[in-house]
């Protein structure tokens, strides 16, 4: 039996959002509701930070919490470090994103799923584009797409629309193929995570700001589990005003 370590990497400092992972959501830390959507689901959750008042707030609300260096330019280099602090024998190290509120178990267990294939080396999340999300959906850049092979492995991350529809009116693209958008869920075995962090910043990654592209142009491999659930990141204070008109309706 695998073991799951769930780190949940929180900065204070965000250029659209500061002090995100302390904003109220419906009466709790959107950081908070992250730890409650983790915990649980896997052997064990730590939420890995760089700022005392984070830390405060989820000792406050009895989470675990790793304080790390300020100096990390990855939410994957912070999984690293937390990941040594913490110690354990885990075998595989989970990357939930600290602005995911409503990540679901069902996307948590997807991604572990994938572990059942031994060769898998990192994991993640995809969802299908629905065609009445419309074009502009797809054409968001900052809704990441994936293409995948037969395998369910990445081929590639892109900002633009990937595969472009050479010979079909882009109103029909979605009704033509099954687009891919990325979730920034990611799952690595620990000694791979170990490999990544001391890869230096590669010519994709710094063309996509993808940080995943730098793991596929060193050659590991990434297998997508995917999801049907909707979830609402929240980069931004107009995402957080969404965010609580979902939460009504759920």
């Given at each position: 039996?695998?073991?799951?370590?769930?780190?949940?990497?929180?900065?204070?400092?965000?250029?659209?959002?500061?002090?995100?992972?302390?904003?109220?959501?419906?009466?709790?830390?959107?950081?908070?509701?992250?730890?409650?959507?983790?915990?649980?689901?896997?052997?064990?959750?730590?939420?890995?930070?760089?700022?005392?008042?984070?830390?405060?707030?989820?000792?406050?609300?009895?989470?675990?919490?790793?304080?790390?260096?300020?100096?990390?330019?990855?939410?994957?280099?912070?999984?690293?470090?937390?990941?040594?602090?913490?110690?354990?024998?885990?075998?595989?190290?989970?990357?939930?994103?600290?602005?995911?509120?409503?990540?679901?178990?069902?996307?948590?267990?997807?991604?572990?799923?994938?572990?059942?294939?031994?060769?898998?080396?990192?994991?993640?999340?995809?969802?299908?584009?629905?065609?009445?999300?419309?074009?502009?959906?797809?054409?968001?850049?900052?809704?990441?797409?994936?293409?995948?092979?037969?395998?369910?492995n990445a081929l590639y991350f892109s900002r633009s629309i990937i595969p472009y529809q050479r010979n079909a009116e882009k109103q029909d693209w979605l009704k033509n193929h099954t687009y891919y958008k990325h979730?920034?869920?990611?799952?690595?075995?620990?000694?791979?995570?170990?490999?990544?962090?001391?890869?230096?910043?590669?010519?994709?990654?710094?063309?996509?700001?993808?940080?995943?592209?730098?793991?596929?142009?060193?050659?590991?491999?990434?297998?997508?589990?995917?999801?049907?659930?909707?979830?609402?990141?929240?980069?931004?204070p107009q995402d957080l005003e969404k965010a609580e008109e979902f939460l009504k309706t759920c």
């Amino acid at each position: 039996m695998l073991k799951f370590l769930g780190i949940i990497p929180a900065r204070y400092a965000s250029t659209r959002f500061p002090a995100k992972p302390l904003a109220m959501l419906d009466g709790k830390t959107v950081i908070q509701r992250v730890y409650e959507q983790v915990a649980g689901v896997l052997n064990d959750a730590y939420v890995a930070t760089d700022d005392e008042r984070i830390e405060a707030v989820v000792k406050a609300f009895g989470g675990k919490v790793v304080m790390t260096s300020v100096n990390h330019k990855s939410g994957t280099d912070r999984c690293y470090e937390a990941y040594t602090k913490i110690g354990g024998d885990f075998d595989i190290v989970v990357n939930i994103q600290g602005d995911e509120p409503f990540i679901q178990p069902s996307q948590l267990e997807a991604v572990k799923a994938c572990f059942d294939d031994v060769t898998t080396q990192i994991a993640t999340l995809v969802k299908p584009f629905m065609p009445d999300n419309g074009f502009e959906a797809l054409e968001n850049i900052n809704s990441p797409k994936v293409v995948l092979n037969k395998n369910m492995n990445a081929l590639y991350f892109s900002r633009s629309i990937i595969p472009y529809q050479r010979n079909a009116e882009k109103q029909d693209w979605l009704k033509n193929h099954t687009y891919y958008k990325h979730i920034g869920l990611y799952a690595y075995r620990a000694g791979v995570l170990k490999e990544i962090t001391s890869l230096p910043q590669s010519s994709l990654e710094l063309a996509e700001s993808l940080e995943q592209l730098r793991w596929l142009e060193n050659g590991y491999t990434i297998k997508a589990g995917v999801t049907e659930v909707e979830t609402i990141g929240i980069d931004t204070p107009q995402d957080l005003e969404k965010a609580e008109e979902f939460l009504k309706t759920c």
